[in-house]
């Protein structure tokens, strides 16, 4: 997952985030390619219940000399999380959820790889479990934010059952209050039905945004396109 949607239905938003959340949510810009570095709302909890800030994609930790990591931070494996110098501090006390219509992910057992579009089928809202962090620690400066994954059968084929690990709506306080065992209490959620279909190779350029990019594409049309490229790889961040 490098790639993802935040463009909500106000209908679509759980009622149990609180009217301040949905709210806050419904008047969101709508973001159609969120990448690496680039903002996105945010749920999480300072103490005053559930609010929503726009953060920057890519945990930077407090203690980090430098605004940036020398590693991909976009996401982190749940199993790895805890015990990750990266993201210790963030995993024991600072807990977020990323609400999300839909995120991208290649398929890249293709030649050349293609992008889909992963959705709920309820035509819901996604809440991915994910960890914030501050930096630097005693200034803050920026406000950066990581998505944890892992193993996920009900992504469809042909892509890896792998992602973001998802939250029920109603258990998106539980996650942000801190559940006594974190790795167990994610482990056990059940994650909600997905599909999938391709769309444009457009969404490798940071610089597009809009609507369009959710359209449906004809894989073997794109596949043209992808062959008018010098080389045909991926961007750095795909």
């Given at each position: 997952m490098r790639r993802f949607v935040q463009a909500f239905v106000p209908e679509a938003l759980p009622a149990m985030l609180g009217p301040s959340v949905v709210d806050a949510l419904a008047a969101a810009?709508?973001?159609?390619?969120?990448?690496?570095?680039?903002?996105?709302?945010?749920?999480?909890?300072?103490?005053?219940?559930?609010?929503?800030?726009?953060?920057?994609?890519?945990?930077?930790?407090?203690?980090?000399?430098?605004?940036?990591?020398?590693?991909?931070?976009?996401?982190?494996?749940l199993e790895r999380a805890p015990s990750s110098r990266i993201y210790r501090r963030a995993w024991e006390s600072r807990r977020c959820v990323v609400p999300m219509t839909g995120y991208y992910k290649w398929d890249r057992q293709a030649r050349p790889a293609r992008p889909y579009f992963i959705q709920p089928r309820d035509g819901g809202v996604l809440f991915a479990a994910g960890l914030w962090d501050r930096w630097?620690?005693?200034?803050?400066?920026?406000?950066?934010?990581?998505?944890?994954?892992?193993?996920?059968?009900?992504?469809?084929?042909?892509?890896?059952?792998?992602?973001?690990?998802?939250?029920?709506?109603?258990?998106?306080?539980?996650?942000?209050?801190?559940?006594?065992?974190?790795?167990r209490f994610l482990a056990r959620m059940r994650q909600p039905g997905l599909e999938a279909y391709p769309v444009s190779?457009?969404?490798?350029?940071?610089?597009?945004?809009?609507?369009t990019l959710l359209e449906p594409a004809d894989p073997r049309e794109e596949a043209d396109v992808a062959m008018l490229d010098e080389d045909g790889a991926l961007d750095e961040d795909d």
């Amino acid at each position: 997952m490098r790639r993802f949607v935040q463009a909500f239905v106000p209908e679509a938003l759980p009622a149990m985030l609180g009217p301040s959340v949905v709210d806050a949510l419904a008047a969101a810009p709508e973001r159609y390619n969120i990448a690496v570095r680039k903002p996105a709302a945010v749920i999480l909890d300072r103490g005053e219940g559930l609010a929503v800030e726009d953060f920057d994609w890519g945990l930077v930790p407090s203690w980090s000399k430098r605004p940036e990591t020398k590693y991909t931070t976009v996401t982190a494996r749940l199993e790895r999380a805890p015990s990750s110098r990266i993201y210790r501090r963030a995993w024991e006390s600072r807990r977020c959820v990323v609400p999300m219509t839909g995120y991208y992910k290649w398929d890249r057992q293709a030649r050349p790889a293609r992008p889909y579009f992963i959705q709920p089928r309820d035509g819901g809202v996604l809440f991915a479990a994910g960890l914030w962090d501050r930096w630097p620690a005693d200034a803050p400066q920026l406000h950066t934010f990581t998505v944890l994954t892992a193993p996920n059968a009900a992504i469809p084929p042909p892509l890896v059952a792998d992602g973001p690990v998802f939250l029920p709506a109603d258990e998106v306080r539980a996650w942000i209050a801190g559940p006594l065992l974190p790795s167990r209490f994610l482990a056990r959620m059940r994650q909600p039905g997905l599909e999938a279909y391709p769309v444009s190779r457009r969404i490798r350029s940071r610089d597009v945004d809009d609507y369009t990019l959710l359209e449906p594409a004809d894989p073997r049309e794109e596949a043209d396109v992808a062959m008018l490229d010098e080389d045909g790889a991926l961007d750095e961040d795909d």
